[in-house]
Nanobody, 126 residues
Framework: QVQLVESGGGSVQAGGSLTLSCAAS????????VAWFRQAPGKEREGVAA????????YYSDFTKGRFTASQGNAKATQYLQMNNLGPEDTAMYYC???????????????????WGQGTQVTVSS
């Protein structure tokens, strides 16, 4: 069974940086799309970024504005989301999720993801 565990959340001041990790286990031997979603209080969950474990091609939502970078380790069992120049608007619970295949036109569709982590809180103070 696939399990995803996020880590790396925390509290930072505006302008600071955090790197989130998503450690996966139980993947069958195939490529996956690992995405990051976030949900702020009172708001809908939204896609942040994704990366294909096979090609390492990243995908980003426009609001990341070049501040965030999705990557993965050499063994492809851990994916990362480096977040720079954080602002209070980035405060949310961040989740990683996995599905088969990344597509430019659909990687943000959360209902297409089969596996989810428990989330890690990111809090940015002004």
């Amino acid at each position: 069974q696939v399990q995803l565990v996020e880590s790396g959340g925390g509290s930072v001041q505006a302008g600071g940086s955090l790197t989130l990790s998503c450690a996966a286990s139980g993947y069958p031997d195939r490529n996956y799309c690992v995405a990051w979603f976030r949900q702020a209080p009172g708001k809908e969950r939204e896609g942040v970024a994704a990366i294909s474990t096979g090609s390492s091609i990243p995908y980003y939502s426009d609001f990341t504005k070049g501040r965030f970078t999705a990557s993965q380790g050499n063994a492809k069992a851990t994916q990362y989301l480096q977040m720079n120049n954080l602002g209070p608007e980035d405060t949310a619970m961040y989740y990683c999720a996995a599905r088969t295949d990344c597509y430019t036109w659909s990687w943000w569709r959360q209902y297409e993801y089969d596996y989810w982590g428990q989330g890690t809180q990111v809090t940015v103070s002004s």
